[in-house]
Nanobody
Framework: QVQLVESGGGLVQTGGSLRLSCAAS????????MGWYRQAPGKERELVAY????????NYADSVKGRFTISRDNAKNTVYLQMNSLKPEDTAVYYC??????????WGKGTLVTVSA
């Protein structure tokens, strides 16, 4: 059974940094895209960033461009999200998600990031 496990969330002050990690356990065949989403209280889940496993092409939401960096370790099937210059509006539960070439999507259970003013 495949599981994605996020780590690295926590409480940080405005302007601080956090690094999220997402590791996959079990066998995931042919991962295509690895990404991070977030859901703030009372809001819909939104895409934060994604990275193409093969080639490393990245894409970011406008709200995090220049502050967040997504990266991956293909050998470990792990994706990271380095978050700098954090703002209170970045407070949310952050979820990682992997999409395979066959269209199967996996989700982690989420890790809470809280940015205090």
């Amino acid at each position: 059974q495949v599981q994605l496990v996020e780590s690295g969330g926590g409480l940080v002050q405005t302007g601080g940094s956090l690094r999220l990690s997402c590791a996959a356990s079990g066998s995931i065949l042919r991962i295509n895209v690895m990404g991070w989403y977030r859901q703030a209280p009372g809001k819909e889940r939104e895409l934060v960033a994604y990275i193409i496993r093969s080639g490393g092409t990245t894409n970011y939401a406008d709200s995090v461009k220049g502050r967040f960096t997504i990266s991956r370790d293909n050998a470990k099937n792990t994706v990271y999200l380095q978050m700098n210059s954090l703002k209170p509006e970045d407070t949310a539960v952050y979820y990682c998600s992997y999409l395979t070439y066959s269209g199967v999507r996996y989700w982690g259970k989420g890790t809470l990031v809280t940015v205090s003013a």
